[in-house]
Each structure stands twice: as C-alpha cells, then as structure tokens.
C-alpha cells in the first residue's frame, strides 16, 4: 500500500483559466492582434520619432517591428491594456511601475480598465518617450531578442502576479468558508445576518457579532451593558496548501494577532490548509496563537478536531450547543 500522496494542481488550473483571459489583452497575441488590425505607415512614424534608431535597427536586424519592445501612442490609444504588455516586456511588477517613484500610477487604468482618459491622453508622448528609453536600455543589453523569448520574459514578470493573485483568491475563498461554517454553527442563536456579519444572542442575553473582515480575518466581539464591545477572538486563516510558504504566512498570521491583542482581543486562533503542521514548531513562529486549526478537518464536522472547534467557538460566544 503506498503511502505518497501527490498534491492537486489547484493553482496552476488557476493559472491556466487566467493566462487564458490575458492572452487577448496583456500579452503579445493582444500587440500582433492590434497591429495586424492597423495603419502600418502610421506606426513606423511614429517609431521614427519615439523608438532611438540604434535599438530600432537592431530590433529590425533579429527580425521583429519595432513595436513589439517600442511602445507608441498609436497603439496605446487604441488598446490602453496594451501599457501592461510593456511593462511586463521591461521586467516590472506593477507596485514597481505604478509606484510614486516614477510618475506613472495615473496610467494605471489603462491596464487595469483597458480606458485611456482624456486626461491621461495629452500625456501619452511622455509616456511613450519613457517607455522607448527603458526599452533602449533593454535592447542593448541582451544578445537577441525573438517573438519567443520576448513572449517567455512577459511570463516571467506575469508569475509572481499571477500568483499572488491566485493565492489571494484562494484566502478569501478559504475565509469564506469558515464564515459560513460558524454561521452554521451557531444559527439556533442567529437574531440577524448579512454577508459579511452574523449577530447572534447569548446565553447572558447579550449581542455577539461574528464578522467577515480583512485584518483579523474573522472577529468576534460581544456587546457589553454599557454598549461597549468586548473583543473576544480573533481569527486569522491561511488556507493555502503550499507546505514551503506555511511558515511565512504564520508570521503573517502572528503580525495580525499582534495587532489583535493591542485592540483588546482575549484570544487568537489561526485556521491553516496545510495538513500535518508542526504545532511546536507554530507555536514558536507566532506564540499569540492560542488555538491551531486545520480547515480541512473542521469544516468535515467530525472528529476530534472539528468538536474541539465547535465547542471552543459555542464557549467562547456563550451559546449552548
């Protein structure tokens, strides 16, 4: 009987579904797209006057137009997602691009929305000029340059995005799920509800509200006489599978309940995807933590680990099971 167990290939579905979308809009397919669809003599013109004419000659010498490394603002006009192919051509995320430092966060919905506004539009020159130099420097540093490589260096700064945005996907999905697990959990006591809270009435005859929040995850507070709250836990849940990355996102989790203790809160618990965690070895990486959990196993509802959080939950929000 084997023992191994190979993990699925959740994330890179993801990856593939979403490579899928940018394909027609931030990646090269989108530039040859556009530029099959356009006035060719009026992108050379303005080659002519953005492109420097060393990196333009060289770029033509290993077979390939211009605008596949020169931007310009013929083509940017007609597909402002097309900025996010440049930026990912020269090797920069988007905090690095649309960051302070270089003037560009205005440009930013033309990326993201795929809009040129008619106050980005006057600055379209500067832009294309920025980019062309950047460019420039590119060109003259590396050996060659082909539709291949040029389309593998746009993945490679397309990944670390792609992934950071499929595991905040995958956090908010797995936060979604604990919330909707406490809800059940408690809905004999249930007064009132939406989305992102649950109000429920305790045993004392006071309003506990559970609420699906970002820093902590999940809080828990109890409405005092006074009409005071009383901050009771909170819940930090990292719901990725990725055994190597789990110790970096506990000290994630330890930063969160840090935070948590300053509000008041009288307990931490954080709700992990990785099976089989080293619970010393946590506990060392964010001593805050009074409970772990793991997701799979509470939300099946059996078991041992799945009563300890249903009973700890029903405990501390003071309704009977």
Same mark, same amino acid.
């Given at each position: 009987?084997?023992?191994?167990s ?19 809009s931030?990646?090269? *397919? ?8 356009? *006035? ?17 000659q060289?770029?033509?010498g ?6 596949v ?39 930013? &919905? ?13 600055s ?14 590119l060109?003259e ?5 082909s539709?291949t ?6 993945l ?22 604990v919330?909707?697990?406490i ?17 429920i ?11 699906? &929040? ?18 009771l836990?909170?819940?930090?849940? !990292?719901?990725?599978?990725?055994? &190597? ?21 009288? @307990?931490c ?10 619970? !010393?070895?946590?506990?060392? @990486?964010?001593?805050?933590t ?5 997701? *799979? ?8 680990e799945?009563?300890a ?12 099971d």
């Amino acid at each position: 009987m084997s023992h191994l167990s190979v993990p699925l290939p959740d994330l890179q579905v993801t990856f593939h579904a979403r490579l899928e979308e940018l394909r027609h809009s931030l990646l090269l *397919d989108s530039l040859l797209e556009i530029v099959a669809a356009s *006035d060719i003599k009026k992108i050379d013109r303005q080659l002519g006057r953005f492109a420097p004419p060393p990196g333009l000659q060289r770029v033509a010498g290993w077979g390939m137009r211009g605008e596949v490394v020169f931007a310009v603002p013929y083509l940017l006009a007609q597909r402002p997602r097309l900025l996010g192919y440049y930026r990912l051509l020269l090797g920069f995320s988007q905090k690095q691009f649309y960051g302070r430092e270089h003037g560009l966060a205005g440009f930013k &919905s033309m990326e993201e929305q795929g809009r040129l506004s008619p106050r980005q539009e006057p600055s379209l020159t500067d832009l294309c000029t920025c980019l062309c130099t950047s460019a420039a420097h590119l060109v003259e540093h590396v050996s060659q340059l082909s539709h291949t490589n040029v389309h593998e260096l746009t993945l490679l700064t397309l990944g670390p995005q792609l992934r950071g945005g499929a595991l905040n996907r995958l956090g908010t999905r797995a936060t979604r799920e604990v919330f909707d697990l406490i809800h059940e959990i408690v809905a004999a006591a249930v007064t009132s509800s939406d989305a992102d809270w649950i109000e429920i009435k305790n045993a004392a005859g006071r309003t506990v509200r559970i609420e699906f &929040s970002s820093d902590p995850d999940i809080c828990i507070r109890e409405r005092l006489p006074s009409g005071n709250d009383r901050n009771l836990v909170a819940v930090e849940i !990292k719901g990725g599978r990725d055994v &190597s990355n789990i110790h970096n996102r506990i000290g994630e989790a330890e930063k969160s309940h840090q935070k948590a203790r300053k509000q008041g809160f009288v @307990e931490c618990w954080t709700i992990v995807g990785v099976s089989h965690l080293d619970l !010393k070895l946590a506990h060392k @990486e964010s001593p805050t933590t009074d409970r772990f959990f793991n997701l *799979d196993a509470i939300r099946v509802g059996e078991g041992r680990e799945a009563l300890a959080f249903r009973e700890e939950l029903l405990s501390r929000v003071g309704v009977s099971d």
